[in-house]
C-alpha cells in the first residue's frame, strides 16, 4: 500500500511504496515526471549542427535576400545557418558568398565537370568543413569567395564591402602568423591549415598578383613534404590532394622547374594505357612509334583518357571518377614535367605540346593562367620554330598550331601567324571542311567538349581572306581574345 507525506518545510511529494499493490495512475505520472528531470539534468549542450553536402546546398538553394544584411550576424543567428557556430563572427553576405562558391567548385575548377562523378565522402563538405573550427581558413575563404565571385561576374562592389574583404584578409594573416609562430605541428600542418594557405593562393590568382600566388604555392609544397606527401595523399581529404598535386604543377608550368614532390622515379600513379589494338586505331599515321621510349606511352594515356571523355560527354553513365581523373592527371603530367628533349625535335615539340592541351583539360581554374610564365615563353618558341622550319610532318604541324591558336588568345599578332600558318597546312593537307579538319584532329587526339566550339571558330578564321576575328571561347579564363584584325595590318 502506498502513502504520501509532506516533507516539512518543503511543498516536494514524498511517495513511499510498500507490499505488492500496484500504485495508481496520477502517483505513477508523478514517479515518472521526477525521474526524467534527473535525467534531463545529466545531459550536455546541445551539438552544433555539422555541415554536410545536404545541409551546405540547402544554404545556398534559397533567395540570397535572406542573409544580405549590412548588421555583424551572430554565429547562430542567421536563419540559413542557425545550429551552425563559425568559427569567428563574420556577415551574413560573405558566409552567403563562401557557400555560394563551394557549391559551384566542381564547375569552377575543372572545364570536364560534366565527364567526372563527384567525391563519394563529400566535396562541398571537405570545403565547408573548416569553416567551423579554423578563423583563418573562414576568413581568406571569405575574401576568395568575393574575388573569385567578382571576377566570374563582374559585379562591382561597394568601397564599404571592399573594406570588409581587406579587413578579412588582414585578421587571416594575422592568424596565421600566431599559427606559425607556435611551431605546433597539429595546427601547422593540418589539413584545415594546408586549405587555408591554398586558398589563399586562389584569392592572389584572382587578384592578378602572381608573385604573391607562387610564395603561396611554395609555402604550401613546403608544408606538404613537412608533413609527409604520401601520408598527405593517403590521408587527407580527397579535394585537397587534388588541389596539392594541381598547384605542384602550376609551379612547374610558371618556373620551369621540376615537380617537387615526386622524382621520375618516386610517381605513384602508373599511367593509364589503352588495349593494344585501341592504339593502332587511334594511331593511323603511327605518331606512337615516331616518339621517344618514355614519350611514347605518356602520348597513348592521354590519347586514350581522351577518348573516354569523349565517350563520357554522350553518355553520363561513361563519366569517370575524380579517383581516376586523379590518377591520370598525375601520371601524365608528372612525367611530362620531368621529361626533357632537345630543343625543336619532335619529341620536344609534342611534350609541349601535351603540357598545353593538358593545361585546360586538368588545371583549369577559371582565374589562373600564366601570361608570362616558364611554360607560355618555351611553347611560343616551339611554335615559332614549327612556323618557320619544315622538319615535322605536316599532320603533325597541324595538331599543334590549332592547339596553339587555343594557347594564345592574349597575344593577338602571334594569334594570326598561327593561324596563317594553319591557312597553308590545310590546304597542303586537304582539309577543306571542319569535319575533315576535325577527323585529323581526333586521329591524334581532340576532346569535343573542351575544344569543337573554339576550333569551329578558328577554322572559319582560317579560311577567310580577310583577317577575320575568330570567337575563341576562353580556354584560358580572363584572357580574352582582342582585336587580331588590327594586329594582322
Known amino acids: 500500500m502506498a502513502t504520501r507525506k509532506q516533507h516539512a518545510g518543503t511543498d516536494l511529494p514524498f511517495i513511499v511504496s510498500v507490499g505488492q499493490a500496484k500504485v495508481d495512475p496520477a502517483k505513477r505520472k508523478l514517479i515518472r515526471s521526477h525521474v526524467m528531470q534527473g535525467k534531463n ?3 550536455g549542450p546541445k551539438t552544433p549542427a ?5 545541409t551546405v546546398q540547402e544554404a545556398t538553394s534559397s533567395p540570397s535576400s535572406d542573409v544580405i544584411r549590412p548588421e555583424t550576424i551572430s554565429r547562430r543567428s542567421c536563419t540559413k545557418f ?11 553576405v560573405l558566409l552567403e558568398d563562401i557557400f555560394t562558391l563551394f557549391s559551384m567548385s566542381s564547375k569552377a575548377m575543372f572545364l570536364l565537370d560534366q565527364c567526372i562523378i563527384p567525391n ?45 574583404e581587406y579587413t578579412s584578409f588582414d585578421k587571416s594573416i594575422r592568424i596565421l602568423s600566431k599559427r606559425i609562430a607556435t611551431n605546433d605541428p597539429s595546427e601547422v600542418l593540418s589539413d584545415s591549415n594546408l586549405m587555408t594557405v591554398l586558398l589563399l593562393s586562389g584569392y592572389s590568382y584572382t587578384r592578378g598578383d602572381h608573385t604573391a600566388a607562387h610564395q603561396h604555392n611554395g609555402a604550401l609544397i613546403k608544408l606538404v613534404k613537412l608533413k609527409g606527401t604520401l601520408e598527405t595523399l593517403r590521408y587527407s581529404p580527397k579535394i585537397l590532394v587534388n588541389e596539392i598535386v594541381r598547384t605542384d604543377f602550376c609551379i612547374c608550368y610558371e618556373t620551369g622547374q621540376k615537380p617537387a614532390l615526386f622524382t621520375y622515379e618516386e610517381i605513384p600513379w602508373p599511367l593509364l594505357l589503352p588495349p593494344d589494338h585501341a592504339i593502332s586505331n587511334r594511331d593511323p599515321d603511327n605518331i606512337e612509334s615516331r616518339l621517344d621510349p618514355e614519350l611514347s606511352p605518356v602520348w597513348a594515356a592521354m590519347s586514350h583518357f ?12 561513361a563519366r ?17 614535367l620531368h621529361l626533357r628533349f632537345e630543343e625543336g ?4 615539340c609534342i611534350r609541349l605540346g601535351l603540357l598545353a592541351f593538358a593545361a585546360p583539360t586538368f588545371l583549369d581554374w577559371q582565374t589562373v593562367y600564366w601570361l608570362n610564365g616558364h611554360f607560355t615563353l618555351a611553347w611560343r618558341q616551339a611554335l615559332e620554330s614549327i612556323l618557320t622550319e619544315f622538319t615535322l610532318a605536316p599532320q603533325d604541324r597541324i595538331w599543334l598550331l590549332m592547339v596553339g591558336t587555343l594557347s594564345f588568345a592574349h597575344d593577338p599578332a602571334f594569334l594570326v601567324r598561327l593561324m596563317d600558318g594553319l591557312r597553308t597546312l590545310a590546304e597542303l593537307c586537304d582539309t577543306p571542311t571542319w569535319s575533315d579538319l576535325r577527323e585529323l584532329l581526333s586521329s591524334y587526339m581532340w576532346i569535343g567538349t573542351l575544344f569543337d566550339k573554339s576550333g569551329v571558330d578558328v577554322f572559319g578564321a582560317v579560311l577567310a581572306d580577310t583577317g577575320h576575328t575568330p570567337r575563341t571561347r576562353k580556354i584560358f579564363p580572363r584572357v580574352l581574345i582582342e582585336n587580331t584584325k588590327s594586329a594582322s595590318r
Not at 555539422?50 to 545536404?54: F, G, I, Q, R
Open 41 to 43: 539534468r545529466t545531459k
Open 50 to 54: 555539422k555541415l554536410t553536402d545536404e
Open 82 to 92: 542557425s545550429g551552425f557556430q563559425f568559427a569567428d563572427e563574420v556577415e551574413p
Open 120 to 164: 563519394e565522402d563529400g566535396m562541398l563538405q571537405s570545403w565547408a568543413s573548416p569553416l567551423l573550427s579554423d578563423p583563418a581558413y573562414l576568413h581568406v575563404a571569405c575574401v576568395t569567395s568575393q574575388a573569385f565571385l567578382d571576377n566570374f561576374s563582374g559585379r562591382m562592389r561597394s568601397a564599404e564591402a571592399r573594406q570588409r
Open 306 to 317: 581522351c577518348a573516354l571523355m569523349n565517350i563520357a560527354a554522350r553518355n553520363p553513365t
Open 320 to 336: 569517370v571518377t575524380a579517383e581516376t581523373f586523379l590518377h591520370v592527371m598525375g601520371s601524365i603530367l608528372y612525367r611530362l
Open 345 to 348: 625535335t619532335l619529341d620536344e
